[in-house]
């Protein structure tokens, strides 16, 4: 997110996480400074590749208190940022294309908090596409998950059906961005607020 009134009227729904993408290709790269959010909500770097004194800067600069890594990041980078960030949740993406090997996550997992699915596309994030979630049937690390990758109004049924099977186990959030915004980077509080609102009545949140 860019735009500080938009940041703070969302904020108002009170989201577990908000993002900031920190990744110069992106429409949605954050160059201005950013408001201090509600304690409740975990402030979110998203990077691409980055060095890891880039990530430090943007962790002090914008108190971040956890980072989304969207690129190729390896195990020893992860295992590193573990032993230098103390108080900062770490995020490991992967993105699907149609099929997946969960076998790659073992090694991530003494250093991350979460891994997030994501659906490859012409982007590193960020494509407004959903992946097959069935492939997630195979999941089989111990780390819980983030459902992501062209989240919208319309995928309510789809994410009840998936929340009733057993790849959803590990499965604590979903995460939404192109199919809310009015701009990159700008998001449509009214939606998100129906969305909220037809989530909690299914029982999602
Ligand atoms: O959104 C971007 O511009 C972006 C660019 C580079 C890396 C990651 C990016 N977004 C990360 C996200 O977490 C998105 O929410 C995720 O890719 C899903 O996006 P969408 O398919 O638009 O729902």
């Known amino acids: 997110m860019r735009d500080n009134d938009n940041i703070l009227e969302l904020s108002k729904l009170n989201p577990d996480y908000m993002g900031f993408i920190f990744y110069d290709k992106s429409s949605r790269y954050v160059t201005q400074t950013t408001p201090t959010l509600p304690d409740s909500i975990m402030k979110t770097g998203v990077f691409v590749n980055s060095p890891v004194e880039f ?62 699915f994501d659906t490859k596309g012409k982007l590193p994030g960020g494509n407004g596409y959903t992946f097959d979630w069935s492939v997630l049937k195979n999941y089989n690390a111990t780390k819980p998950y983030f459902l992501s ?19 959803s186990e590990k499965c604590i959030a979903i995460d939404v961005n192109s199919k809310f915004e009015t701009a990159p980077g700008l998001k449509n509080i009214e939606l998100l607020k129906k969305f909220k609102t037809e989530l909690a009545a299914v029982n999602l949140i």
């Open 55 to 116: 990530i430090i800067d943007r962790i002090d600069t914008h108190q971040l208190r956890a980072i989304q890594l969207h690129g190729n990041e390896s195990v020893e980078f992860c295992k590193y940022l573990k032993t230098v960030l103390h108080n900062t949740q770490i995020i490991k993406v992967f993105s699907i294309k149609d099929d997946f090997d969960f076998t790659k996550l073992t090694a991530y997992e003494p250093y991350v908090d979460y891994f997030l």
């Open 149 to 167: 990758g062209g989240i919208g109004i319309e995928s309510l049924l789809n994410l009840k059906d998936f929340f009733n099977l057993p790849a």
